[in-house]
């Protein structure tokens, strides 16, 4: 379904830009209330706090160069969340999807939790701290109808309020020839990947060699390669890594350095069909331009 227009309301209860923030689409009952961990204690004296509800955990980068994420469900989403207020240290933000009439059941946060991280894991742009996302809950079908609106409905709020979990890492066009894609070849490493606005997305199937080169080891680049593999981006198939999903990368060169298994220079490493480099066919071209 294309995108449409929508009216989107974001209230700030205690008038902090950066404090607590209420975002819901005007014509909807979904409302989702993202909060600092900071200001947990004022959410907790809130009416909302003590509803079921679907939350998410987001915070500092994994090694791996994504936002960790968390994504969980609870019958009273205050008392979760200051459970992960004392045991889980990763994250500084919480955001709570609620329903305004309080007509969320545990049946529905269930399923809810467990679409949302399955969907969270195929988009690739969250390192989740939740692991496989289970089996599906049994969910009548007449629930399992409400559950996707409100996801659908929660993932624009999330990505309104700067936490697009459920994006796509690559631009989905009318067609795959309209896509502009870049290689990257070395021993037991062929990547495909696409440069966008976000840094330089590896495409799935995609593999990288195992070994790394003597100069890296011991090294952040090294560290860098084990946590990919760690959170399941690569897994080991025969003699080489395969990329089990698309995965956004910070830049160019750590995208090549993933693939290769050494240090090196994204820019040049990633080429055209044609043989033109990455630099080539976007720096250059828009220092011309410039």
Not at 122 to 149: F, I, M, Q
Not at 247 to 264: C, D
Not at 279 to 288: E, L, V
């Amino acid at each position: 379904m294309p995108p449409r227009p929508q009216t989107i309301q974001i209230f700030l209860p205690i008038g902090d830009p950066r404090g607590i923030r209420v975002a819901e689409i005007t014509t909807r009952i979904v409302r989702v209330i993202e909060i600092p961990r900071s200001k947990l204690a004022d959410f907790l004296k809130m009416p909302e706090a003590q509803q079921v509800g679907v939350y998410f955990l987001v915070g500092e980068l994994s090694e791996a160069g994504l936002p960790r994420g968390y994504i969980g469900q609870s019958g009273n989403v205050g008392v979760r969340l200051a459970q992960h207020n004392q045991n889980k240290d990763f994250w500084n933000r919480a955001l709570v999807v609620i329903s305004l009439t309080n007509s969320m059941t545990q049946t529905h946060a269930m399923f809810l939790e467990w679409f949302a991280i399955a969907e969270a894991t195929k988009a690739g742009r969250y390192s989740l701290e939740n692991g496989n996302s289970g089996a599906r809950p049994h969910t009548p079908a007449p629930l399992e109808a409400d559950c996707h609106e409100i996801h659908e409905t929660a993932a624009t709020l999330l990505a309104t309020l700067g936490q697009p979990v459920f994006e796509s890492l690559t631009q989905v066009t009318a067609t795959p020839s309209e896509r502009e894609l870049f290689f990257c070849k070395g021993p037991g490493g062929n990547g495909i990947g696409e440069y966008t606005s976000e840094g330089f997305v590896v495409h799935k199937d995609s593999t990288a060699r195992i070994e790394n080169v003597a100069s890296i080891q011991g090294t952040s680049q090294e560290r860098f390669r084990l946590q990919l593999v760690t959170e399941g981006v690569l897994q080991l198939v025969g003699d080489h890594y395969v990329f089990t999903r698309d995965h956004l990368f910070s830049s160019p060169s750590m995208a090549a350095i993933a693939i290769l298994g050494r240090s090196a220079n994204g820019w040049i490493e990633w080429k055209t069909v044609d043989g033109q480099t990455l630099d080539g066919a976007k720096r250059q071209i828009s220092a011309a331009l410039g």
